[in-house]
């Protein structure tokens, strides 16, 4: 009964990470590990097939090191997260961190280039997965590049375009995924 009762729900975490390395999240006054994350969410995905995660990350909190940024990479690639909200750490007056040795802006801004150039093709490979498919798709309204385009969602976190009627808005309508790419999908109304 409590599966039935949550089968309408998409499988989806969306999870305030922050950083793959346990002494970064210290220093930000985290009380979880890194490790901790880890063994919650396989043990999430042993539970919930088809479960898919997202996150918040943080690159260049003062005092990050190149291992402690290694260690961020070196999540990715075990949660393989289908996208993440990256952002470059800068200080806010008046907090704990930002009277803490900061990361050069430079450091921060290589680094974050290289963890997009990661997540971007972990995404790119998790998309493909779709292509072919047929999904119902919540239609949620006209696309914001493409007025003749409907966007919605279904059993992915990317938003899916595809052409539609305006009266499909609001409605559940079968899309067959023709086209992925990182941050969207591209699909034909069945």
Same mark, same amino acid.
């Given at each position: 009964?409590?599966?039935?009762?949550?089968?309408?729900?998409?499988?989806?975490?969306?999870?305030?990470?922050?950083?793959?390395?346990?002494?970064?999240?210290?220093?930000?006054?985290?009380?979880?590990?890194?490790?901790?994350?880890?063994?919650?969410?396989?043990?999430?995905?042993?539970?919930?097939?088809?479960?898919?995660?997202?996150?918040?990350?943080?690159?260049?909190?003062?005092?990050?090191?190149?291992?402690?940024?290694?260690?961020?990479?070196?999540?990715?690639? $075990?949660?393989?997260? =289908? #996208?993440?909200?990256?952002?470059?750490?800068?200080? /806010?007056?008046?907090?704990?961190? *930002?009277?803490? +040795?900061?990361?050069?802006?430079?450091?921060?801004?290589?680094?974050?280039?290289?963890?997009?150039?990661?997540?971007?093709?972990?995404?790119?490979?998790?998309?493909?997965?779709?292509?072919?498919?047929?999904?119902?798709?919540?239609?949620?309204?006209?696309? $914001?590049?493409?007025? =003749? #385009?409907?966007?919605?969602?279904?059993?992915?976190? /990317?938003?899916?375009?595809?052409? *539609?009627?305006? +009266?499909?808005?609001?409605?559940?309508?079968?899309?067959?995924?023709?086209?992925?790419?990182?941050?969207?999908?591209?699909?034909?109304?069945?």
């Amino acid at each position: 009964a409590h599966a039935a009762a949550l089968s309408h729900l998409l499988p989806h975490f969306h999870l305030s990470v922050q950083s793959g390395c346990t002494r970064t999240l210290h220093r930000m006054r985290r009380r979880y590990t890194a490790e901790r994350v880890l063994e919650n969410m396989a043990r999430a995905r042993e539970k919930i097939p088809g479960l898919t995660f997202s996150a918040d990350i943080i690159v260049g909190f003062p005092g990050e090191t190149e291992e402690d940024f290694e260690g961020t990479l070196d999540m990715l690639e $075990k949660v393989r997260y =289908d #996208m993440i909200f990256s952002f470059i750490y800068s200080p /806010r007056e008046g907090t704990p961190a *930002a009277k803490m +040795e900061q990361v050069p802006h430079e450091v921060s801004t290589a680094r974050f280039e290289r963890m997009l150039k990661l997540q971007n093709a972990i995404s790119d490979e998790k998309n493909e997965r779709f292509v072919g498919r047929t999904m119902r798709i919540l239609a949620e309204g006209e696309s $914001k590049t493409d007025p =003749d #385009m409907l966007t919605g969602r279904g059993d992915c976190v /990317r938003p899916i375009h595809f052409r *539609a009627p305006k +009266e499909k808005i609001g409605s559940f309508v079968d899309v067959k995924i023709t086209g992925a790419e990182t941050f969207c999908m591209h699909g034909e109304m069945i």
